[in-house]
């Protein structure tokens, strides 16, 4: 008993739903049963088949179409090639079979004329140099066609027989097949298809091949009264497989967690989730974490919890790593810390990353590092990147982008985000927006907001909004805060407003200043003060600058003397400027020479022409 080998087999799934000819039903199911029996074929749990070597073919009315993939798929097929045929049967006046297309009509002497002869496709399966030829056929013998059959049985039966070939058919030549009206399938296909996906309780059956498939259609149609189907059979084809069991108790468990991940690579949760279960039950471990992440995934974090804490218990380090990451996000940090801890020592590089995260926060730099590096060197991308931060922070940027660099090649939104911001910030702008751009298509909003500003400064106006928008949708207060900037400079005040109220209710410290700044030149000043106030004690030396300007208009220059030297010692240059200028006012003219020529050092060219100014007066005294 084995399946067929993927990379040699084919198969062609042919259905009629829909007929011109009112003598011949529609058959609404046919199109489904077409669609969820290529799902199956082309699952991990079936045959496995690339999606180009399944085609499936619904309603096609040139019968030269379906003879070019019949042919190809006969041409190319060496261990399997499976033909499946749903839709009306139907005896022209030769005697001989045909397989109804959406044209065909039911009149006997135009049968021939307007359906698909059998005879091409059993002829064409004789001839085919696949090891195992399968079809399957789901026909539906109706209408005046059964009328004018004075012998079904001996018109149909012989010619169902093809050399070298297992033939599944619905029903006897002298039954009607049934399609239960308003069924997502016709009633063969439905059980055919329910007994693929779900498997059968018996514990001796691995494997679902031919023997077994009809075995148990045989039994289960009856059962439900429709009829029973037949058989065709040449050799030891009916040992060859169409799926694995996914029901028997007896599997390994080993085997059902291998199944299990090619179900969720191939998008079937539910299948993932069932085969997991089966496993976790055998006390299978990496079946327990497995099953505990797929739930963690959907937010049902109790049972997740019981699954990865089970699996814990067994010293599974990738079950006590996802507990911890569980627990960090409920606020558990101590419990988190120690299974970090013991999925660390076990060599999990995942938990080393977290763990060294959860020491970075509380202060611990170097036992942080020596675990970054240590999931660095098993090439733990978050590692990387997060070694670059912690070192871009301790002022080594050659080492840090080092580290960004290889973590932004392996995809990490974050690193590209990271690398781009460091390279922004030591003059390099075009390198930086290609990694702003990178990380901004992985949705990475802080990226969005950096190549916004880049934009900005480069007077790229139009395009830095719409990064800054798609920022700000997303919640980030920075990005509101420099698209109502933007707005501002613009003129457009009213939803400049709007932003900067939105991204201050997120404390962001540059949105207080802006509205304060904005409510300062409306003629605000108590309202403005109070937002200026707030994004100082934030510490924006920006808006304690701008309070002392506010403080000296008012007249208090003893505290607006205060609050520039605040930000000035943030190394703010308008501040530094606006000190000086408060100095020679008040006739201090050193010490104002002295801040003007640090607010020049700073960047502040306007502080140039009023330096000059001043050094004029003391010439002149």
């Known amino acids: 008993m084995r399946l067929p080998d993927p990379s040699r087999s084919r198969a062609l799934l042919l259905g009629a739903s829909l007929f011109t000819d009112p003598e011949l039903p529609d058959l609404p199911g046919v199109r489904n049963n077409l669609a969820d029996l290529a799902e199956i074929l082309v699952g991990p749990a079936g045959t496995a088949l690339s999606s180009e070597y399944c085609i499936a073919l619904a309603d096609e009315s040139d019968r030269g179409v379906i003879g070019q993939q019949l042919n190809t798929a006969a041409t190319e097929a060496e261990d399997m ?7 009306h049967g139907l005896v022209g006046m030769d005697g001989q079979l045909y397989l109804s297309l959406p044209d065909t009509r039911s009149n006997p002497d135009m049968v021939s004329w307007t359906a698909l002869p059998f005879e091409l496709v059993r002829n064409t399966l004789a001839k085919a140099r696949a090891d195992n030829r399968v079809l ?11 009328d004018l059959m004075t012998d079904v049985t001996t018109a149909v039966s012989g010619q169902l027989t093809v050399a070298g070939t297992c033939t599944l058919a619905s029903s006897p030549a002298n039954r009607p097949s049934r399609a239960p009206s308003g069924a997502r399938h016709t009633a ?20 679902l091949t031919l023997d077994v498939i009809h075995e148990h259609l045989q039994k289960t149609l009856p059962s439900k009264g429709f009829p029973r189907p037949e058989r065709r059979s040449t050799r030891n084809i009916g040992h060859l497989a169409l799926a694995r069991n996914r029901r028997n108790p007896h599997i390994d468990p080993t085997a059902l967690v291998i199944l299990a991940e090619e179900l969720g690579d191939a998008g079937d949760g539910q299948g993932a989730e069932r085969l997991n279960r089966q496993a976790a039950l055998q006390n299978n471990a990496t079946a327990m974490t497995n099953l505990g992440w797929l739930l963690y995934g959907r937010g049902e974090l109790v049972e997740a919890e019981q699954w990865f804490r089970q699996a814990a218990a067994q010293d599974n380090a990738a079950a006590m790593n996802n507990l911890g990451s569980l627990l960090e996000e409920r606020g558990e940090t101590a419990e988190a810390e120690q299974l970090y801890s013991r999925a660390a020592a076990q060599g999990h590089a995942l938990a080393m990353c977290n763990l060294g995260w959860i020491l970075d926060r509380r202060g611990e730099l170097t036992k942080a590092e020596q675990l970054y590096r240590q999931a660095a060197a098993q090439d733990d991308a978050s590692a990387m990147n997060n070694l670059g931060w912690l070192l871009d922070r301790r002022g080594e940027p050659t080492e840090a982008e080092q580290w960004y660099r290889q973590a932004a090649t392996q995809n990490v939104a974050a690193a590209m985000y990271n690398l781009g911001s460091l390279l922004d910030r030591h003059g390099e702008p075009t390198e930086a927006e290609q990694w702003y ?38 919640g980030n207060a920075l990005a509101m805060s420099n698209l109502g900037w933007l707005l501002d400079r613009r003129g457009e005040l009213i939803e400049a407003e709007q932003l900067y109220r939105q991204a201050a209710a997120q404390d962001n410290a540059s949105a207080m200043n802006n509205l304060g700044w904005l409510l300062d030149r409306r003629g605000e000043p108590t309202e403005a003060e109070q937002w200026y106030r707030r994004a100082a004690a934030l510490g924006n030396a920006l808006a304690m600058n701008n309070l002392g300007s506010l403080r000296e208009r008012q007249g208090k220059l003893a505290e607006a ?3 520039y030297r605040q930000a000035a010692a943030s190394n703010n240059a308008l501040a530094m400027s606006n000190l000086a200028s408060l100095f020679e006012r008040r006739g201090a003219l ?3 020479e002295r801040w003007y020529r640090q607010s020049i050092e700073e960047g502040n060219a306007e502080a140039a022409g009023k330096l000059e100014s001043l050094t004029r007066r003391l010439r002149r005294t």
């Open 81 to 87: 090639l499976l033909v499946y045929y749903a839709g």
């Open 136 to 146: 399957i056929l789901d026909c539906c013998f109706s209408g005046t066609a059964i």
């Open 188 to 207: 063969y296909t439905g059980e055919l298809l329910a007994l693929l996906r779900n498997g059968i309780e018996d514990p001796g059956i691995d494997m």
């Open 437 to 474: 751009r990178q990380a901004a298509t992985q949705n990475s909003v802080l990226a969005m907001n950096n190549l916004g500003q880049l934009l900005d400064r480069h007077g790229k106006l139009t395009e830095a909004e719409q990064w800054y928008r798609q920022a700000a949708t997303q």
């Open 561 to 563: 003397e205060q609050l």
């Open 590 to 592: 050193v010490e104002a």
